[in-house]
């Protein structure tokens, strides 16, 4: 059996329109020790860009990667095209798995 879905919606001139798009997410490839998923959305980042999409990928873990130096990896994803930005924290957030995993 065959399932066959509705297109998206094309725009009225018939050209798509680049999108701007944001991955927001706990594990990108590079800051994030274990990468599964990170790697399926970096995949994903780099995919969307190379079809003419702005890409921006929010590091739930803010300034903290598991692996290396955040500043590192943001000029890492700016060579690609793509913009890594980290989460701002607060100064003195609440104790949670995310944060106190990061630190």
């Known amino acids: 059996?065959?399932?066959?879905?509705?297109?998206?919606?094309?725009?009225?001139?018939?050209?798509?329109?680049?999108?701007?798009?944001?991955?927001?997410?706990?594990?990108?490839?590079?800051?994030s020790r274990n990468a599964g998923i990170g790697s399926a959305y970096a995949s994903l980042a780099g995919a969307l860009k190379r079809a003419g999409?702005?890409?921006n990928i929010l590091f739930l873990l803010g300034c903290h990667?598991?692996?290396?130096?955040?500043v590192?990896?943001?000029?890492?994803?700016?060579?690609?095209?793509?913009?890594?930005?980290?989460?701002?924290?607060?100064h003195h957030p609440r104790i949670h798995a995310a944060w106190a995993s990061s630190v």
Request: glycine share 6%.
């Open 65 to 70: 990667p598991t692996d290396g130096n955040i």
């Open 72 to 90: 590192d990896w943001i000029d890492h994803y700016s060579k690609q095209g793509l913009k890594l930005i980290p989460l701002p924290m607060a």
């Open 1 to 31: 059996m065959t399932t066959t879905f509705p297109s998206l919606p094309q725009s009225e001139s018939g050209i798509e329109k680049p999108r701007r798009i944001c991955i927001a997410t706990w594990e990108i490839e590079g800051p």
């Open 53 to 55: 999409h702005d890409v």
